[in-house]
């Protein structure tokens, strides 16, 4: 295991530092982002973003699993929750995207940032079968990069308590 975290520490602006993995490092909102009791906590307010990643790690290949809530259901275009598969540098990214939208339907899809924060889908975004997001529902999240060059890219998503899917709820390759 290259990278964990149970975040059972107490931190304010920023998430500290990983089990194993090294440091979280703020992409965006780092005074939006807290650690207590086992969860860390990125607040999102209206046309903010928020996020952090473990820069010290160099793979081609991960396999990145996490579980995410919204204490509420979005309003307007929905919420997007983002799950890096993939760090390069700031701006150079793959990630698995996660859209909630107001009307409790959720869209999965795969993006990747080639230089700037303009994000650019890589095939396009499905519609998760079976859920509608109430708030405090919780979602898993699996996401698969490999290769150099040509990268394969998988993604599941399903609702907490149940069983991982047997094959991705998605996958894709980029060049």
Do not use: C, H
């Amino acid at each position: 295991v290259l990278a964990a975290d149970s975040f059972d520490r107490s931190v304010t602006g920023g998430l500290g530092t990983a089990d194993a993995g090294g440091p979280w490092t703020s992409w965006s909102g780092a005074v939006r982002q807290s650690v207590a009791d086992g969860v860390a906590r990125l607040a999102m307010t209206r046309g903010t973003n928020t996020g952090s990643y473990l820069g010290t790690i160099g793979q081609t290949s991960a396999d990145v699993r996490t579980t995410f809530s919204l204490s509420s259901v979005p309003t307007g275009g929905g919420a997007m929750v983002y799950v890096g598969a993939r760090q390069v540098e700031v701006y150079q990214s793959y990630k698995a995207r996660v859209r909630v939208f107001a009307d409790g339907s959720v869209r999965v899809a795969m993006v990747k940032l080639t230089g700037s924060t303009a994000e650019t889908l890589i095939g396009s975004e499905v519609l998760l079968p079976g859920v509608t997001y109430t708030p405090g529902t919780e979602l898993n999240v699996r996401v698969q990069a490999s290769g150099s060059g040509t990268t394969e890219l998988a993604l599941s998503v399903w609702a907490a308590g149940s069983a991982e899917p047997a094959t991705p709820t998605l996958t894709r390759t980029d060049s």
